[in-house]
């Protein structure tokens, strides 16, 4: 047993079971033992999960394109807008800078007058990755970190972004039970000194409202994950953005998506040496925990604060609508920017399983 596991075992065996957005909270992002605030790699061959940003810097270059684009159109759409203003592009959870060094890179080779008044903000609450970071990106000096989207505050013009940052946000998980009919939110205890699972007697958060002629035919277990931090961090960066699109990429789906029949178990997932894990409970800051995004939720969220949602769709979309443009204008690619961009968009690789959601003030 780790030392996170025997600090949450003790504290369950003193206070009783957590929930487990609680647990995934502390295993994830404990300043001292969560998983992402290790010095290990955790992308790529040597960690336990790959990214777009692992395929190499034409995910990058095709983002930075699409940026200069909405920046171009915010420049066109407003007399307020002129190019010797400072515009922001604003990464969120930039992990070790690799995606930000390529959008810069990118741009201050192709578009040299937007970049001279480009400002590159990371909202990175972690010093262990702020420190990365900042080594990655010592030769910008147009870059400059916060540590929550509320420290912005209204102040962003241009473009606000994450990738595969909200599918790693503590979730509830609730199970179904079929003959009381309600809802049971599961929580973390103890059994021989193992991390199981267990009913709450308080739940941590309300249950999930879904239609009665749904509810009438779920079976016994179902089980769905709410995460009011996704929704919170999504309605924050929102009222960041004064004008500009606010954009993330993502596991996850429509609501509807999330409640296929398939999908009984719901989309809790750990991984480890890029295999799923056997126990989500099992050595609490040694594996990666995700759940699916509810992007409906997202998209509500940001309605309420105003914004607009021009696109979901799923990446494989998305990036080939970048790239058509981009392709009209530079001609053809070598074929290792081809090589990467079909990973990045065939279906059974990168360009189904992810979503984006793009909107806009």
């Not at 203003?85 to 192709?110: N, P, Y």
């Not at 480009?118 to 262990?128: D, G, M, R």
């Not at 102040?155 to 972004?161: A, D, L, M, P, T």
């Not at 989500?280 to 998209?299: R, S």
Request: glycine share 8%; net charge negative; with cysteine.
């Amino acid at each position: 047993m780790n030392a996170l596991a025997r600090q949450l075992r003790d504290e369950i065996q003193g206070a009783g079971p957590i929930s487990f957005a609680e647990f995934m909270q502390r295993a994830l992002y404990d300043p001292a033992h969560g998983y992402y605030n290790c010095a290990d790699p955790q992308i790529g061959k040597r960690g336990d999960f790959f990214t777009s940003v692992s395929v190499g810097s034409f995910f990058g270059e095709l983002l930075a394109f699409q940026f200069a684009r909405w920046i171009e159109a915010l420049l066109r759409k407003g007399e307020n807008f002129q190019w010797d203003r400072a515009f922001q592009c604003v990464e969120a959870g930039a992990h070790d800078g690799k995606l930000a060094f390529d959008i810069l890179q990118t741009l201050e080779d192709s578009e040299p007058t937007l970049f001279a008044s480009l400002q590159y903000w990371i909202v990175e609450p972690s010093p262990v990755h702020r420190l990365v970071q900042q080594r990655t990106l010592a030769r910008f000096a147009n870059v400059r970190w916060f540590e929550s989207p509320a420290e912005i505050d209204g102040r962003i013009s241009g473009v606000f972004f994450s990738n595969e940052l909200l599918d790693a946000m503590p979730v509830h998980v609730f199970r179904w039970n079929a003959s009381a009919s309600s809802w049971n939110e599961m929580g973390v205890g103890l059994s021989d000194d193992q991390f199981v699972w267990v009913g709450l007697s308080k739940p941590a958060l309300a249950a999930p409202i879904l239609p009665n002629e749904l509810l009438a035919v779920l079976p016994d277990g179902y089980t769905v994950e709410l995460s009011p931090a996704a929704s919170r961090w999504w309605g924050e960066a929102a009222c960041a953005v004064a004008h500009g699109k606010l954009m993330t990429i993502d596991y996850g789906g429509a609501f509807e998506e999330l409640l296929l029949p398939g999908q009984t178990s719901g989309t809790l997932r750990a991984y480890l040496r890029h295999r799923l894990g056997q126990d989500i409970l099992a050595n609490p800051g040694e594996q990666d925990i995700t759940a699916h995004v509810n992007f409906t939720e997202l998209q509500r969220v940001g309605a309420v604060v105003g914004l607009k949602t021009e696109t979901f769709t799923t990446q494989s979309q998305f990036l080939t609508t970048i790239a058509r443009e981009l392709w009209a204008r530079t001609g053809a690619w070598p074929q290792k920017k081809v090589r990467q961009f079909q990973t990045l968009t065939h279906p059974e690789h990168l360009g189904r399983p992810f979503r984006v959601l793009v909107q806009s003030r």
